[in-house]
């Protein structure tokens, strides 16, 4: 397929999925600057769009949502990526400054964040593809399944356990699994049980009652199985 078709059908998937201000955010986002990086950049790194996602809702220190160009959800790991035009960033100090600081937040979230100069993906795209194809080859090539063949086997609900469990040093307890993901408890209990029929978690009992305590993933952080 060529990248305007897929482009088409991976943008048109999302506005069909989204609601009110995701819905708004990507028709507002997705315009020249972040059109031209998957088209010169991420087309020629992958070839594909598995898992990334424009217009990514995100929480920021104070709880309030703003909106990341791209996240990039491969197994575990969460990419993002910015397209900064100086005209919109680079003018307003407070602006700047806000944009470093939730950058910088991120981080603390263990999200990886990147950020890509407009005038370099206009004028200079191979350096950025050179560089961001040396960071990232470990992952493109865990991410290189087919959503298809993942989504046969795992939920979405037994995606985002594995990728909590994960985030939380490989360890999920259900009561605090379930107010994370906003499920309910003895929902994300017949999940964590299908998971360990999988090979995916295993059971953690009490020593005195052997009552189930929590569920430890047992998987590789990178396994396309999670994306």
């Known amino acids: 397929m060529s990248f305007e078709i897929e482009h088409h059908k991976w943008v048109g998937d999302h506005l069909r999925r989204r609601k009110g201000e ?19 950049v991420w087309w020629s790194l992958s070839g594909n769009f598995h898992g990334l996602h424009p217009e990514y809702e995100v929480k920021d220190w104070r709880g309030r949502s703003y909106f990341v ?29 806000m944009d470093l600081n939730r950058g910088l937040f991120l981080q603390a ?27 990232l080859s470990p992952y493109l090539s865990a991410g290189s399944g087919t959503k298809r063949t993942v ?32 499920l309910h408890t003895m929902t994300v209990i017949k999940y964590c049980r299908k998971l360990v029929d999988k090979g995916k978690f295993r059971a953690v ?8 305590t929590y569920y430890e993933y047992v998987g590789s952080i990178l396994s396309p199985d999670l994306v």
């Open 22 to 40: 995701r819905l708004d955010a990507l028709k507002r986002g997705h315009g020249y600057g972040n059109h031209l990086f998957v088209e010169r």
């Open 69 to 97: 160009d791209f996240m990039w959800i491969v197994g575990a790991i969460r990419i993002v990526f910015e397209i900064m035009d100086y005209g919109s960033h680079g003018t307003d100090r407070s602006k700047y400054r």
């Open 109 to 135: 979230q263990d999200c990886t964040v990147f950020y890509i100069s407009l005038d370099e993906l206009k004028e200079n795209p191979t350096f950025i593809l050179s560089a961001l194809r040396n960071i």
């Open 151 to 182: 989504e046969r086997f795992f939920s979405k609900i037994e995606r985002d356990l594995m990728r909590a469990a994960i985030r939380h040093n490989r360890t999920i307890r259900p009561t605090e699994a379930a107010k994370e993901l906003e």
């Open 205 to 212: 009992a009490n020593g005195v009652s052997g009552r189930i």
